[in-house]
């Protein structure tokens, strides 16, 4: 990652130097990139552990129901990557759109419950990524815990946010290569399955020896009749909203892509992570029931306990048993790709909090490019030891990453369609957007509780993490945070906003809103940009201002009677001495059409149903009504085509950027200095 770094400084118009490329990738990430950089942060060690654990729980249903549930958030998401775009193209965090449109007690709890989110999503990613390891290798967990995060950092501080989006392609290339060897081994050349009639038959003798309480069929793997595992997706539905909706990683993605083409990216990111999970669980979750009863699996003759199972330890445990030693290798290959490049999204996002929503907002408004990128640095350090800590500590008191996953939405779910409503519904009030978010905590933890000590008795570690005991709280937390924001937007329907006696911060807020607009009475000509109203950048890139100025974009081109026409120069924007990123941040900083945006609602909207319609309600809910059991031919069909959606997965994510970017890799290995649209 740093070589990479350090050619983008060399040969590219973009300088992780600057705050605005440090943070926000200056806003012109390609869209296969950003479907890549979606796949791989919502790609954690628990989408791998936990998925195939809800695999070996509750049968054939766990990997579509988490591959179902999770994907609805990414695309649900693209309605507020429109809005962004639309509505707020200036902002570097969702906390900055609240403080510009509620105001700063808004802005604080929003941001205490993004903190709060990236923590807990943060310890799914290193704490089960460090019981794994620890588990696999003899690795003790508290180096673990500490090693991961650290050693990530320092890529991302030396990068940035695009280091990000490249360490998550190079990780999703070989995320996809361990899958399709455990897939290939399972479904063809293993001696012990050898077959998908082969795999068909084991699971149905494991039915026999270890059913699944409450599954249809005798406990059958092959139905989708399992009452835990529908209780299950109603609780990853919910949890999915806090994790998406309030993680400023998912944020920064949009903030980052290109205005016209940020739906496409998460509407492809979303479709293509779907495969992920449907196709290793399908394999390695149900693969740990059909081959506990093989003398190569770890445990043997005794299936995982509760407490492995738990630890996301069923694919690790199918892999040793399939490949042995080389499994458990390429496991652990696996578990870092996923730990690592989603860990590297938090800690930019993290840092971007710190940065733009505590730094420049209330300890130095007028902070210089330079200083905000040291704080960013910073902020990363900071991240990663709190994170470590906090991993420890809840290793210490025996939590697992199940357990963070059941119970998240109960922590910060209150806040998490009301974040979503300040963009999406214009009547959003300020009280509603200011106190819903404290009444779904407080409601969610009480009902959590009572339902705890009622159904189990007692108020434990493990009975809390029961999923009925779980989701009672997770649906009266999001569903009290719903509620709240509808009634007291209505009673209360005022709006605060920013304190309108600070021009200061009118002038900030303005930007975050409206974006970077451009100074009519001030043209820039063919020279250096003029930096009479801007602050002054310490970074001075070695180019010619008047032959970028010919190749700036369609703006230049499209003036009459010369190639190198005034552009407008935007106000407020950090120089940074080369005019072609200065067009680059201008451009991308400028408001989206009105008619692109319609297009775009369309097409999120659209795209929304016609997925909620099949792939939450009349794919899973048919088969779960009609509680059929697999037979050998529909078994046969449904690994095929899971497999088959790995692959197409694959494609969006490993062959999509080469292809769109392929100029740049050209300009980047003969040596020239690529334009911004390469």
Excluded at 23 to 37: C, D, E, F, Q, Y
Excluded at 519 to 544: C, F, H, I, Q
Aim: net charge neutral; hydrophobic share 45%.
């Amino acid at each position: 990652m740093l070589a990479i770094t350090y050619l983008q400084n060399k040969y590219t118009a973009y300088s992780t130097k600057q705050a605005e490329e440090f943070n926000t990738a200056s806003r012109s990430v390609k869209p296969g990139l950003i479907a890549a950089g979606i796949v791989s942060s919502w790609t954690w060690s628990s989408t791998l552990l936990t998925s195939s654990t809800f695999a070996y729980s509750y049968g054939i249903s766990g990997p579509m129901w988490y591959g179902a549930m999770g994907t609805s958030q990414i695309l649900l998401f693209s309605l507020i990557a429109i809005k962004i775009k639309t509505n707020a193209p200036g902002a570097h965090t969702f906390p900055e759109i609240i403080l510009a449109k509620h105001g700063r007690a808004a802005h604080l709890t929003y941001l205490f419950f993004g903190w709060a989110t990236n923590m807990l999503v943060g310890s799914c990613l290193v704490l089960g990524g460090a019981q794994c390891v620890a588990a696999l290798s003899g690795v003790n967990v508290y180096a673990a815990c500490f090693l991961i995060p650290l050693v990530v950092g320092a890529y991302v501080i030396a990068g940035g946010l695009r280091s990000t989006f490249i360490a998550d392609y190079v990780h999703t290339v070989i995320l996809f290569i361990a899958i399709f060897v455990f897939g290939f081994t399972m479904y063809a050349t293993s001696p012990i399955t050898g077959s998908i009639s082969k795999f068909y038959d084991l699971l149905m003798a494991a039915k026999e020896t270890i059913p699944i309480p409450g599954n249809a069929h005798g406990g059958s793997y092959l139905t989708f009749k399992s009452n835990d595992g529908l209780v299950f997706a109603i609780d990853l539905l919910v949890a999915g909203f806090s994790n998406v909706w309030l993680d400023q990683a998912y944020w920064q993605r949009a903030i980052a892509s290109r205005p016209e083409t940020s739906v496409k990216a998460y509407l492809a990111g979303g479709i293509a992570w779907y495969g992920i999970p449907f196709s290793f669980a399908t394999a390695m979750g149900l693969g740990c029931a059909a081959l506990t009863a093989s003398p190569s699996f770890p445990t043997y003759p005794d299936p995982l306990s509760a407490a492995q199972n738990g630890a996301g330890l069923s694919s690790p445990a199918t892999a040793i048993a399939l490949l042995g030693s080389g499994g458990a290798g390429l496991m652990l290959l696996l578990l870092f790709m996923a730990v690592t490049s989603s860990t590297s999204a938090e800690l930019i996002a993290v840092s971007s909090l710190i940065t733009f929503d505590v730094y420049k907002t209330y300890i130095k408004p007028n902070a210089t490019s330079e200083q905000l990128v040291r704080v960013s640095h910073y902020g990363i350090v900071i991240y990663a030891v709190a994170l470590a800590s906090f991993c420890c500590i809840l290793n210490a008191v025996a939590i697992n990453i199940t357990w963070i996953l059941t119970i998240l939405g109960v922590l910060v779910g209150g806040a998490s369609i009301p974040v979503g409503l300040i963009l999406l519904w214009e009547p959003m009030s300020t009280v509603a957007a200011l106190v819903a978010p404290y009444v779904g905590l407080a409601f969610g933890l009480v009902a959590w509780f009572v339902v705890t000590k009622l159904r189990s008795g007692t108020i434990t570690v493990d009975t809390t993490g029961d999923v009925t005991n779980a989701v009672a709280g997770n649906l009266t937390a999001c569903g009290t945070g719903v509620v709240m924001a509808f009634a007291l937007s209505f009673l209360f329907p005022g709006k605060w906003g920013a304190d309108k006696n600070d021009p200061e911060a009118q002038k900030r807020l303005d930007k975050i809103i409206n974006g970077i607009g451009p100074r009519t009475d001030s043209p820039r000509t063919g020279s250096v940009p003029d930096t009479s109203v801007l602050e002054t950048s310490k970074e001075k890139a070695d180019s010619d201002p008047e032959k970028a100025e010919g190749t700036a974009g369609p703006e230049a081109e499209a003036a009459p009677g010369a190639q190198s026409a005034p552009t407008p120069m935007p106000e407020d924007l950090v120089p940074t001495g080369n005019a072609v990123v200065d067009f680059l941040e201008a451009s991308h900083m400028a408001p989206m059409q009105p008619e692109e945006a319609r297009k775009a609602t369309r097409l999120a909207t659209g795209f929304n149903l016609v997925y909620w319609t099949v792939a939450i309600i009349l794919v899973p809910f048919t088969l779960f009504g009609t509680e059929w059991e697999f037979s050998r031919a529909g078994f046969t069909g449904w690994c095929v085509v899971s497999f088959i959606w790995a692959w197409c997965s694959m494609l969006i994510c490993v062959v999509w950027p080469l292809v769109e970017s392929r100029k740049t890799m050209w300009a980047i290995m003969t040596g020239n200095k690529t334009q911004p649209d390469a």
